[in-house]
């Protein structure tokens, strides 16, 4: 029972928990760092999937409704209720300068430009917003591991210090305290995992968006040309 006992002491001081609470304040410091990293990267990545959820989802119905409906008007309507497309964003933005094309008396083709700007600026605006965050999860994904390493390099100099002090070099004296400063390299993995993960998941995402942005923009510019412009 005694034997028991004692086994059961020292497994509970090396539990995840134990090693973390007795790190020196350095790796400490570089844990609760890691913990506020992969805490945020998990607020970016949640907030960012229902971004682009909703960019997609709402893109793919405002282009149904662009290519079947024949009044620009209406479909003015249409893209003020789907507020999350980055493409009812632009064609707004393109109607209203539009609105005022048709306001004059001579439309030709240098009164375009101002079209065509509006798109462009609405586009930019819309990746922007799309990419907002995102560098954070890159910075966290290349960074993460290198801070923990820097935890566990720093940990395990104060160890071999205490160790030339002590003379004490057995692996019960060892093993607690390398433990201890390993954690700090396997939370900064933690956090920067699921980081990668999600960033190039984004990326993707995003990519794609802009590339259907592009191909909206010159069709509509072609509408215009061909309906509008005399």
């Known amino acids: 029972p005694k034997l028991f006992l004692l086994l059961a002491a020292e497994t509970a001081d090396l539990g995840i928990w134990s090693l973390v609470t007795h790190a020196s304040a350095v790796v400490m410091g570089v844990m609760i760092l890691l913990l ?8 970016i990545i949640g907030n960012k999937y ?8 709402e893109s793919d119905a405002f282009m149904r ?3 079947s ?12 209720k789907l507020e999350n497309s980055p493409l009812s964003h632009m064609f ?10 048709q306001k004059t008396a001579r439309r030709a083709e240098a ?9 462009s600026k609405a586009m930019l605006e819309q990746r922007m917003s799309l990419e907002a965050a995102t560098p954070f999860l890159a910075t966290t994904g290349s960074a993460a591991p290198f801070v923990g390493l820097f935890g566990t390099v720093w940990g395990i100099l104060l160890t ?11 692996l019960d004296v060892l093993g ?33 968006l802009t590339s259907e942005m592009e191909t909206f923009s010159k069709d509509f510019l072609n509408i215009v040309r061909r309906n509008f412009l005399t």
Request: one cysteine or more; glycine letters at 6%; a positive charge.
């Open 50 to 57: 229902f971004q682009v959820t909703r960019a997609t989802r």
């Open 92 to 101: 707004t933005a393109g109607y209203s300068e539009l609105a005022k094309l």
């Open 160 to 170: 071999f210090q205490t160790i030339g002090v002590s003379k004490k070099t057995g």
């Open 111 to 119: 009164d375009l430009e101002n079209v065509e700007r509006a798109l």
């Open 36 to 43: 506020f990293m992969s805490l945020f990267c998990w607020y």
């Open 65 to 67: 409704a662009f290519w």
């Open 69 to 80: 409906s024949g009044d620009i008007d209406e479909l003015y309507g249409v893209a003020q």
């Open 176 to 208: 607690p305290k390398i433990a201890e400063e390993l954690i700090a390299t396997a939370i900064g993995l933690v956090a920067a995992i699921p980081a990668v993960i999600a960033y190039n998941f984004f990326v993707r995402k995003i990519r794609v």
